[in-house]
């Protein structure tokens, strides 16, 4: 009999647990256990480190992890990777710190406001965009992308300016999933930022940066398959 795994699922900024309940329900659909926090994004008192602890305290004791983060999440997973027994981890559409490297420095070390013009001068200013049902939500079902952004939570900026607490990545293998339709991060700037600080090529999925909203068959999949993979383990 296959052993259960359990998928930790950390969402972004200003988010909430909810954000991954469709990648959920396929998960546990495949027998794996899941568990989507929400972290105090509103708590300004709260920094990357009760970030952590909240993740860390909805764990508990179960075993053969999977740590996911996405976006802003990818400050919060190679924490909880680094603090418990994780046997892989994974960034989808994620953020990628450096030692030391507070998450509100991250846009300008990585040349993001670049990247953004330079593809958003490629495809008529879609990438950027204001409308967050252009830039975050565009694959996504109407009535499920407002669902979402009826969920929205404030973000307290307190974790912006706190160093990224590791001196280095976590020994854990890691595995990357770009969304090649991301009009908040694109696909050619996560590319290089990963072949940067991480030095893997990173898997790809044709989706938005919401992509959990809009192909969450399609992601479980990707995230299940890590499990089968000699070197995800």
Same mark, same amino acid.
């Given at each position: 009999?296959?052993?259960?795994?359990?998928?930790?699922?950390?969402?972004?900024?200003?988010?909430? /647990?909810?954000?991954?309940? +469709? #990648?959920?329900?396929? &998960?546990?659909?495949?027998?794996?256990?899941? !568990? %989507?926090?929400?972290? =105090?994004?509103?708590?300004?008192?709260?920094?990357?480190?009760?970030?952590?602890?909240?993740?860390?305290?909805?764990?508990?004791?179960?075993?053969?992890?999977?740590?996911?983060?996405?976006?802003?999440? /990818?400050?919060?997973?190679? +924490? #909880?990777?680094?603090? &418990?027994?994780?046997?892989?981890?994974?960034? !989808? %559409?994620?953020?990628? =710190?450096?030692?030391?490297?507070?998450?509100?420095?991250?846009?300008?070390?990585?040349?993001?406001?670049?990247?953004?013009?330079?593809?958003?001068?490629?495809?008529?200013?879609?990438?950027?965009?204001?409308?967050?049902?252009?830039?975050?939500?565009?694959?996504?079902?109407?009535?499920?992308?407002?669902?979402?952004?009826?969920?929205?939570?404030?973000?307290?900026?307190?974790?912006?300016?706190?160093?990224?607490?590791?001196?280095?990545?976590?020994?854990?293998?890691?595995?990357?999933?770009?969304?090649?339709?991301?009009?908040?991060?694109?696909?050619?700037?996560?590319?290089?930022?990963?072949?940067?600080?991480?030095?893997?090529?990173?898997?790809?999925?044709?989706?938005?940066?919401?992509?959990?909203?809009?192909?969450?068959?399609?992601?479980?999949?990707?995230?299940?398959?890590?499990?089968?993979?000699?070197?995800?383990?």
């Amino acid at each position: 009999m296959r052993a259960v795994s359990t998928f930790v699922l950390i969402h972004g900024a200003a988010d909430v /647990g909810w954000y991954w309940h +469709l #990648v959920e329900a396929e &998960l546990r659909a495949l027998g794996h256990d899941v !568990v %989507a926090p929400d972290l =105090p994004s509103e708590d300004d008192s709260a920094g990357l480190t009760e970030y952590t602890d909240a993740v860390v305290a909805a764990v508990g004791d179960r075993k053969r992890l999977v740590v996911v983060g996405h976006s802003f999440g /990818g400050f919060t997973a190679p +924490l #909880v990777a680094d603090r &418990l027994p994780t046997d892989v981890l994974v960034l !989808v %559409a994620g953020m990628v =710190p450096s030692p030391g490297e507070a998450p509100g420095d991250w846009w300008e070390h990585t040349g993001y406001g670049a990247a953004v013009c330079e593809q958003a001068a490629r495809d008529g200013g879609l990438t950027g965009h204001d409308d967050p049902y252009v830039s975050f939500y565009h694959d996504v079902p109407r009535e499920l992308a407002e669902e979402a952004l009826s969920k929205e939570r404030d973000q307290s900026g307190t974790p912006m300016g706190v160093p990224w607490p590791l001196d280095k990545w976590p020994d854990v293998p890691t595995k990357y999933v770009v969304c090649t339709e991301d009009r908040f991060f694109p696909a050619d700037f996560l590319r290089r930022v990963v072949a940067e600080r991480l030095n893997i090529v990173p898997d790809e999925i044709a989706g938005s940066h919401c992509v959990a909203l809009s192909r969450p068959r399609q992601l479980a999949a990707i995230l299940a398959g890590y499990l089968a993979s000699d070197s995800g383990r």
